[in-house]
């Protein structure tokens, strides 16, 4: 389904911050959704100074046990709070799914993108990576070493995390734009005629 663009909408500025930013994501609590060694990467990141907050982070709760009982790292179930909010308090979010799952799209990134969010998306057999310019409206990266690269430079300039969110955003809603009448199309039958009611609406800002 397209993107809820008008339910994913900042509403509080980005912070300040610029020595300890909040690392996640939402997952959905499916195990394929998670890399092998995705605590070692949320280890290193900690080490960082930074927090890592998952939903739903439990198929990493044996893994980082010591971890979420110091504070510095939170896995929520599944709903546990409204995906809105969660990825509010976010300053970046980050995707590394299990090597031998194809993700043909992944909504999550986009929902991320549309409420200004810095992704860092390990781009390979990830759909929505061919939506991202490197380093302009997101991050792609291949190994742990360029994820943490490009957490470094966000961590280091509150201005680019907002110029990157910011652009984030008005990509995903270019591309709602762009794909509005061919989704009306499948849906209704190409030349059928659409109420108003009938089409999404993309909210511009």
Not at 69 to 82: C, F, T, Y
Not at 125 to 151: M, N, Q, R, S, Y
Not at 163 to 186: H, N, T
Request: proline content about 6%; some cysteine.
């Amino acid at each position: 389904p397209p993107t809820d663009t008008q339910r994913f909408t900042r509403q509080r500025p980005h912070g300040p911050e610029t020595s300890r930013l909040v690392v996640g994501r939402l997952a959905r609590g499916d195990r394929s959704k998670f890399h092998p060694d995705d605590p070692g990467l949320v280890r290193r990141i900690i080490s960082r100074g930074h927090v890592c907050r998952i939903m739903d982070g439990t198929p990493l709760k044996a893994a980082l046990q010591n971890e979420v009982r110091s504070g510095q790292v939170e896995l929520l179930p599944l709903n546990a709070m409204d995906a809105r909010d969660f990825l509010e308090a976010l300053d970046c979010f980050l995707y590394w799914k299990h090597p031998l799952l194809t993700e043909t799209g992944c909504n999550a990134i986009l929902e991320a993108m549309a409420m200004e969010l810095p992704v860092i998306v390990f781009a390979r057999d990830v759909g929505a990576a061919e939506l991202i310019e490197h380093g302009k409206d997101g991050f792609l990266v291949e190994t742990e070493e360029e994820a943490l690269e490009c957490l470094d430079q966000l961590a280091a300039s509150p201005e680019l995390r907002q110029s990157v969110g910011q652009a984030a955003r008005r990509k995903v809603l270019a591309i709602l734009d762009s794909q509005q009448a061919r989704i009306v199309d499948f849906y209704l039958g190409a030349g059928g005629a659409a109420s108003p009611d009938a089409q999404f609406r993309v909210t511009k800002t």
